[in-house]
């Protein structure tokens, strides 16, 4: 065991992304604090990581309130990074968006007000930087992109608003505190149990699914890959800004269906992408950013 290893928090851990994140910085050796969002019943998620706070010492667990500034500042306590993996379980609506910026506000001021904190790794979201009125009409789409807020609302596409007005919250008030951030915008999430541990979040994210296949910007991100970027991105003293992450663009007929199969049972059909053949739709998504952290911390 590296006793070395700085303490990380990862909030809010019980969400898809954020267990996986946790089970890798426990696998490197870090001491973690767990911040849960308790929202009714236990999950599976849940339940998971009280089972393992029972039997590995270097694992804390915290319930925090994103609207309770205080509860978030105790489970910061002593940690040197943060992992901010706010999702919500049920779903996204207009209120959903508000409640999710409010959040990612509160959480970067208690980093603030965290004298340990070295750096925030924000989970964010492609679908923060590629949606607008014409989707086609850029070649290429990389980090410096966002999607157009008024856009997102006219389509009603809810969860690309929030991860989109959270992300720019949470870089206006780290910029502002002069805290050291990087943000990660993950493409679709794929892995163990998706369909039955993350299934609105999935949901939510595939709205407007046939538009982002018709203009190349449908991809998709293993889990454990994306949890190990969240990890690098964090130890290399050198990230700065976003990361886009992902590891395909889905832009085939067959990769669509392969989609579907591995979503299954949430899609339950082929979706109509109007495709005829075995046409392919051209990638617009770019990764160069990413491509130099994998490559440099391999």
């Not at 990862?10 to 089970?23: E, P, R």
């Not at 003293?237 to 049972?265: D, M």
């Not at 005829?276 to 617009?284: L, T």
Request: glycine share 4%; hydrophobic share 45%; aromatic share 8%.
């Amino acid at each position: 065991m590296d006793h070395e290893k700085p303490a990380a928090c990862v909030l809010d851990a019980s969400t898809y992304v954020g267990f996986w994140i946790l089970k890798g910085l426990l696998n490197r050796g870090y001491t973690v604090n767990a911040a849960i969002q308790m929202k009714g019943s236990e999950t599976d998620i849940v339940k998971k990581i009280k089972e393992m706070e029972r039997v590995e010492e270097r694992l804390s667990v915290f319930s925090v309130d994103i609207l309770d500034y205080h509860s978030i500042l105790v489970a910061l306590k002593g940690c040197s990074a943060l992992f901010c993996c706010l999702d919500c379980p049920d779903g996204y609506d207009d209120l959903i968006v508000d409640l999710e910026v409010r959040g990612a506000i509160n959480v970067v001021e208690a980093c603030a007000q965290t004298d340990s904190m070295q750096k925030i790794v924000f989970t964010s979201s492609l679908t923060a930087a590629i949606w607008r009125e014409n989707i086609c009409s850029q070649t290429d789409v990389d980090e410096r992109f966002w999607s157009d807020q008024d856009f997102c609302r006219k389509m009603k596409l809810w969860y690309a608003l929030a991860k989109t007005l959270s992300e720019q919250a949470a870089w206006a008030l780290a910029m502002d505190r002069m805290l050291n951030m990087v943000s990660v915008n993950a493409g679709l999430v794929v892995g163990p149990a998706v369909a039955q541990q993350n299934p609105c979040s999935t949901m939510s994210y595939l709205k407007g699914a046939a538009e982002m296949f018709e203009n190349g910007v449908l991809a998709v991100v293993d889990v454990k890959f994306l949890a190990d970027v969240h990890i690098r991105a964090f130890e290399d003293s050198s990230t700065i800004g976003r990361y886009f992450c992902f590891n395909q663009i889905v832009h085939t007929e067959e990769e669509a269906v392969k989609l579907v199969e591995t979503l299954s049972p949430l899609l339950s059909s082929q979706p109509k992408y109007e495709c005829q053949g075995s046409e392919a739709y051209a990638e617009r998504l770019r990764t160069k950013k990413l491509n130099k952290l994998v490559e440099g911390t391999a």
